[in-house]
């Protein structure tokens, strides 16, 4: 048969409320334990703020490449379709102020901003001056070749973007 525990005194269920754990050993964390975790804590965050930023300007360069290829053959696309001969579809690249609009004639359609680990360093499109212009005509075609080049700040890597003028063919290429 099993034998039955002897029930509890009154000193007994004192200790276990009052002073929890084994013979009357408290369970709680002291403040050097929370101190020497939280330093830890604090130390393993230190060691990876770096992996974190390095990965954050990987990111933002390649989704702003992309974006840039998917804006230029966005753009290619509008030009094909319009029935509207007289205004063409145009980017304007703003080097200083680290932006691209995209215009048809005097419309403005939408201006992106390069993100701060991304620089835009400079465009070649066959003008003199700040603002280079990529004009597509109403085949779709590009009016004159050139190369946007884009840097990872965090990095230095360089990115060129070349678009081709007979068939508008957008390509990346990592230097």
């Known amino acids: ?46 060691a990876a703020m770096p992996l974190l930023t390095g990965s954050l300007a990987r990111y933002q360069t390649v989704t702003t490449l992309h974006k ?21 579809y145009e980017i304007f690249f703003y080097p200083t102020g680290q932006q691209y609009v995209i215009r048809h004639g005097a419309k403005l359609l939408r201006t992106e ?11 070649n499109f066959g003008q003199s001056g700040e603002t280079q212009i990529l004009t597509f005509n109403i085949q779709g075609n590009p009016v004159q070749a050139g190369t946007i080049t884009v840097m990872n700040r965090r990095s230095g890597k360089i990115y060129l973007v070349r678009v081709a003028v007979l068939s508008g063919r957008v390509r990346i290429e990592a230097l």
């Open 1 to 46: 048969m099993s034998q039955m525990k002897p029930p509890p005194t009154p000193e007994t269920i004192h200790n276990t409320v009052c002073h929890p754990g084994a013979n009357g050993a408290n369970r709680a964390f002291t403040l050097v334990e929370m101190l020497v975790s939280l330093f830890c804590i604090i130390l393993l965050l230190t």
């Open 68 to 88: 840039l290829v998917a804006d230029l053959q966005y753009v290619q696309q509008l030009a094909i379709k319009t029935e509207d001969t007289t205004a063409c």
């Open 113 to 123: 901003k390069f993100p701060y680990y991304v620089c835009l360093v400079s465009t």
